[in-house]
């Protein structure tokens, strides 16, 4: 089931075009603001374009004088709030989803039962929502939500409301009843992404900036958010004697090899920058984090994750000028 999305929404800043080939999960990543929800809407049919098309698998969904209303576009949404019946069981809310569909009591009541089964959580047939810890809710709304065999699925931030110790075991089965099935999903989250997605799709400003693989685009970002996203430092600069020459005439070595002159991002993990004497890059510290058993030294556009004793040596602060150093093997320099 291949989606084509086109359409805009002016007083939300939207215009979006966005594809999702059949099987695929497609993730969309993006600053509050970009326009994820605006799509996820669109798509469901919860919002009208001022202008454009959604078309699920040949059919014309939205566009063209058409419009399916949400309820016969066989789309699922998947929030981060399972919105399960409260007075209904987990086995009962699962069935309401395949009594909408059409089935009989007798068959609707077997494949509950099956889902059930499927997600691991049979023992919770007969508890209400109110009994259910956020992972089993969510469990139980996987299940609702494969239940109803909707053509296009639709996530939208799905782990965010969990814990982190429950997170891991709802993501990998989640990942597992994705395989060959069509989805979008909306998420904030690079495991989500990395687990779950084919494809990623950049919003920035309600427009697709960049596009393309998952592991592509995390590896080798071509946006400043994207490499936000991914946790690693982006730079632009011109090669120039295997290094990246950046504006301010520092120099970046890199294992990478270009024409001189050649504009390239270079790319790498806060973890691989240290601090070195005179020369490297220079930055003035913007801001201190803490990162786990490191601290993160932020700058204007570079971080390292450095040791609580090295930031007390030198005497680490905002407005303290540092230099910079990184190795030429961790950096990944390529073209944009």
């Not at 961790?330 to 073209?335: L, P, S």
């Amino acid at each position: 089931m291949s989606l084509s999305l086109r359409a805009a929404v002016p007083e939300r800043g939207v215009d979006l075009e966005l594809d999702v080939a059949g099987g695929e999960t497609l993730a969309v990543i993006g600053p509050n603001g970009a326009g994820k929800s605006t799509a996820l809407a669109l798509v469901s049919g919860a919002l009208r374009p001022a202008a454009g098309q959604v078309v699920l698998d040949g059919q014309v969904l939205t566009g063209d004088g058409c419009w399916v209303p949400p309820h016969r576009r066989k789309v699922t949404t998947l929030s981060q709030d399972p919105l399960l019946f409260p007075h209904l069981t987990a086995r009962g809310n699962i069935r309401f989803a395949l009594r909408a569909q059409g089935l009989p009591r007798d068959r609707s009541l077997r494949e509950a039962e099956r889902w059930l089964a499927e997600l691991g959580i049979s023992e919770l047939a007969d508890r209400r929502p109110s009994a259910l810890s956020g992972g089993q809710a969510q469990r139980v709304a996987i299940a609702r939500a494969l239940a109803a065999d909707p053509r296009l699925l639709l996530l939208d931030e799905p782990m965010a409301a969990l814990d982190v110790d429950v997170a891991p075991a709802v993501r990998e089965q989640l990942r597992s009843f994705l395989t060959g099935r069509t989805a979008l999903i909306v998420t904030h989250d690079v495991l989500d992404a990395l687990t779950l997605a084919d494809r990623l799709a950049v919003l920035e400003h309600g427009r697709v900036v960049d596009q393309g693989p998952t592991t592509e685009l995390l590896s080798r970002p071509r946006t400043a958010f994207t490499a936000r996203f991914a946790g690693l430092n982006l730079v632009t600069g011109r090669w120039l004697d295997g290094a990246v020459l950046l504006p301010d005439g520092s120099r970046l070595p890199s294992a990478g090899s270009f024409r001189a002159g050649t504009r390239v991002h270079a790319a790498f993990r806060p973890s691989a920058a240290h601090l070195t004497g005179i020369g490297g890059i220079r930055r003035m510290v913007t801001g201190l984090l803490p990162r786990g058993d490191l601290i993160r030294v932020a700058t204007q556009d570079i971080s390292a994750d450095l040791p609580p004793q090295e930031i007390a040596e030198h005497r680490l602060e905002p407005g303290v000028e540092v230099h910079l150093a990184v190795p030429a093997a961790a950096v990944t320099a390529y073209e944009p």
